[in-house]
């Protein structure tokens, strides 16, 4: 049986991509700092980081593909810790790829992002961009093959505080209101996550080796109408409320500012809608108990068809 690594197994996209593997019939072993809380019976859990070259080497002993995912994404985060920033996105990314080198991987399969084009992003695009040029640079010297996958806007269950949709509807559910920094006129293209672990499935093919590929869906929006659709969903005493200034560290139309290696658009033929998943979301939270009535604002209300 083909066996994967998936570091970061236990986040918001990478325990997607392990349910996909495994529905798919692999030996998934997941390698996080932290217990995945939607482990499967057939999967294996490897708790440490990938900063330990023990634990990294431990764990992808047998492995004939590595989904790397682990790593600081929150660009806020990463804005306020540049240090940790490299060092577990640059120094971890290299511990992985030594050790697939050393174990002779068949597939090295990198989560980057769009930010690579970007001039915003910070210390997340820099470390992304290094992490990609390590990649094609172990394939060349070493002869590893790799995949790079440049996700776009993700959304969907399991999705953590950090992401974006899940803020909007959560802060709509709680306190009646979503507040967005920005005019509201920034352009997304949404990508639900479901969606995104198939994709990152398929490039196992031959055909997408030593590849960069872009996952960025078919939903390509301004945030002000992704509002609008929340607020048209939730009721009409959703307030939307607007900060004109500039949304630091984030593209405003496109990413594409910067020219790293041209990638290629992947789009699945069958995918979530962005209504659908929405209300996917919306239920999550509900069920979840987030959705709890702020004591100081009374305008929450239940959602309709979902209490």
């Known amino acids: 049986m083909h066996k994967v690594l998936v570091t970061g197994g236990s986040g918001f996209l990478g325990s997607h991509v392990s349910d996909a593997l495994s529905a798919r019939g692999y030996d998934v072993v997941i390698l996080d700092r932290e217990h995945s809380p939607y482990l499967r019976p057939e999967q294996t859990m490897i708790v440490g980081d990938i900063l330990d070259t023990e634990i990294v080497e431990k764990a992808i002993q047998g492995c004939e593909s590595v989904f790397h995912f682990a790593g600081i994404a929150d660009i806020a985060m990463a804005s306020d810790n540049p240090l940790e920033t490299v060092k577990v996105n640059i ?23 769009v930010y690579v084009y970007s001039n915003q992003g910070m210390f997340y695009r820099s470390t992304k961009q ?29 999705a953590g ?29 949404y990508i639900h996550v479901h969606d995104a672990a198939e994709t990152s499935c398929d490039i196992l093919s031959p055909a997408y080796e030593n590849g960069i590929y872009h996952l960025m869906g078919h939903e390509r929006m301004r945030t002000r109408d992704m509002l609008s659709m929340i607020k048209e969903m939730l009721g009409p005493d959703i307030e939307l409320r607007f900060n004109e200034g500039k949304k630091v560290g984030h593209y405003q139309q496109t990413p594409y500012s910067y020219a790293p290696r041209t990638g290629r658009r992947l789009i699945r033929d069958s995918y979530m809608d962005l209504g659908l998943g929405l209300l996917q979301c919306t239920e999550e939270l509900d069920q979840a108990g987030e959705c709890v009535e702020n004591a100081d604002t009374a305008s929450a209300k239940p959602v309709k068809g979902i209490r």
């Open 91 to 113: 120094v971890g990314t290299t511990q992985v790829l030594e050790a697939a080198r050393a174990n002779a991987v068949r597939r090295f399969v990198l989560a980057s992002s």
């Open 130 to 158: 290094a992490c990609e040029q390590l990649t094609q640079d172990y394939q060349e010297v070493f002869d590893l093959p790799y995949t790079i996958l440049r996700f776009g806007s993700l959304y969907g269950p399991r």
């Open 161 to 189: 505080s950090d992401n974006a949709v899940r803020r909007m509807l959560q802060e709509a559910l709680r306190d009646g209101v979503i507040s967005y920094q920005g005019t509201g006129n920034e352009v997304r293209e």
